[in-house]
């Protein structure tokens, strides 16, 4: 009996590692486009609540600037990671706009001249 119980709880507590682990953010291959690197971003853009791209400059390696492209409401009764949403695309789809798209099949335009965000869908 003793030895059931022991096993139970052993299969009980390997079932929680199993349950609500999220996997780990899709590879963003980066956009490159007139000097500038075009990066969707996720070690701040987690904590923050926010989906961004980093803008670096290809000559110096320098961060120009940091857009958020959408915000994420968490509900205080779930756990956070289980309600993260990546990036998990994007594209230039004309020399001024590069498309995201994210994980809740959100798309986006960030506009390059003014760095203005559009929700598309």
């Known amino acids: ?8 709880s052993i299969f009980i507590f390997s079932l929680s ?22 990066i969707a971003n996720y070690s701040n853009g987690i904590f923050k609540g926010t989906g961004q791209i980093i803008i ?5 390696s320098k961060i120009k600037k940091t857009v958020s492209i959408y915000s994420i409401w968490y509900n205080p009764f779930l ?9 998990k695309e994007t594209e230039l789809i ?9 994980e809740n099949d959100e798309i986006f335009d960030l506009e390059l001249i003014n760095y ?3 929700k598309i869908t």
Do not use: C
């Open 1 to 8: 009996m003793k030895k059931s119980i022991i096993l139970l």
């Open 94 to 102: 004309d020399n001024d706009t590069i498309r995201i798209y994210n």
């Open 56 to 60: 670096k400059s290809i000559k110096d």
């Open 116 to 118: 203005k965000v559009k």
């Open 17 to 38: 590692f199993l349950y609500a682990k999220r996997t780990p953010p899709p590879e963003v291959p980066s956009i490159i486009h007139n000097g500038y690197e075009y």
């Open 79 to 87: 756990e956070k990671d289980v309600q993260w949403i990546f990036i």
